[in-house]
């Protein structure tokens, strides 16, 4: 989804930047590279994984066995899920 996105995005841009000659362009162009490279150092940063929702709630609950334990790891990943979650 993110990889879609990042395409969208530097079609804009090419888009944009064969209309160059108009000021709105331009700027729209601008916007559209700051994007990229905002979504380019995100994605560096960070991993992603597509879950499906029951997917999700099905882990979360074997997390809460397996963080019980103390692992702080799991602890981490599990509250990162029930973030995700909750957000969605």
């Keep these: 989804m993110l990889r ?9 841009l090419k888009l944009l930047g064969n209309a160059s000659h108009h000021a709105y362009a331009f700027g729209q ?3 559209a590279q700051r994007a990229l490279e905002r979504l380019d150092a995100e994605r560096a940063a960070t991993l992603y994984v ?3 929702r029951d997917a999700a ?3 979360l609950a074997a997390l809460d ?3 019980a334990g103390g692992d702080p ?5 599990r509250t990162a899920v ?7």
């Design 4 to 12: 879609d996105y990042r395409d969208w995005l530097a079609s804009e």
């Design 29 to 31: 162009a601008n916007m």
């Design 50 to 52: 597509g879950l499906e």
């Design 57 to 59: 709630r099905r882990m």
């Design 65 to 67: 066995v397996a963080a």
């Design 73 to 77: 790891d799991l602890a981490a990943l």
């Design 82 to 88: 029930a973030a995700a979650l909750d957000e969605g």
